[in-house]
Structures are given as structure tokens and as C-alpha cells.
């Protein structure tokens, strides 16, 4: 299998195959994790094609020795950040409320959807509701640790933060998020 690093290397001596390769290798992480960034279909698009469009720029700044997916994963968090601060900034002046984003759930090919479909939907529409409703400080370390699976360590150097602060963030953020959804777990038992 080809890695990373040759891959890379490969683009930049002129080889425009070596980057589909990467983008196809990572595509589905990286659309998931703008998934759970952003809570929206739409602006995880928006998202997704535009950290290709800095990673492809940027690919000279890539340090060879850390891990590709750290890194792109690192710019994704950075880009998403400063969209939302803006965006964030620009809904509170406007409405003089904070914002909560919550997604739409579409539907992938139209077809009837069963009652588990239903349930399932609603049950991931609470979730992302709770996960709306977290600080973000709590929202970035949860999604990277269990959606994304990376560990302690290497969400402290995204997030330029110590271990301890990683695990203690993890910790807050669960209680916070299972107060969230609290109300609704009666529900679906």
C-alpha cells in the first residue's frame, strides 16, 4: 500500500493522480468530521471542499513526520473555527440571540422509511441537538476522540492543549451531553 508521505511526494513532483488518491483515502473521515463540526449537510460540503482547496496550497507546510490525517484534520478544526467565530459574531448582532444550529435531516434515496428509520433519525436529531447546545471547547475533543477515534495525544496537539486538559474536556463534555439529552432517553427505552 501506498503511504501518505509517497503520496505526497509523488504530487509534488507533478503527479496529479498521487493527490485523487489522497483526497479518496480521506474523504469519507474528513466529510464525517465536518459533518459533526458544522451540524449541516450543506456547510459540511462548503467545509470539506474548501480545507481541500488550503490543504492542496499548503501542502508544502506538511511535515512529513506527523501524521497526514492529524494534519488535515488540524487545518479542518482551524477553518472551522474561524468560519464559525465569524458566522456566530454576525447571527448574534443580527438577532440578539446565540446561535444554535441544528441540521437537516435529509433523506439519502426517498424510499419509505421504516419505524427504526424514524426512531433512529429522531434519536440522532436529540443527539445533535445536545451536541448543539455544548461550549465548543467540549464539542471538538468529543467528536475527534469517539467519531474520529484519535487519541489523547493527538487531539492535545490539534487543539494546542495539555493531555490532562484533553481528558478532563472529554469528561465535562459527556456529562454535559448526557444532561442534554436527559430529558428525551425516556423516550426511546
Known sequence: MVTDKQLIEGYRTGRREMLEL???????????????????????EDLFQEVWVRVIRKLDRYDPERSFKAWLFQVTLNMYRDSYRKWKKLYERLTGEASCRVPLLELRDGAPLTEEQILRN????????????????????????????FSYEEIGKMLDIPIGTVKSRLNQGKKLLQKAVEPWREEYR
Do not use: I, M, Q
Open 22 to 44: 489522497l483526497v479518496e483515502r480521506y474523504k469519507d473521515d474528513l466529510y464525517r468530521f465536518c459533518r459533526h463540526l458544522t451540524l449541516n449537510a450543506l456547510e459540511a
Open 122 to 149: 429522531e434519536r440522532y436529531a436529540r443527539l445533535e441537538e445536545g451536541l448543539c447546545k455544548l461550549p465548543k471547547r467540549y464539542l471538538s475533543p468529543l467528536v475527534l476522540y469517539y467519531y474520529e477515534e
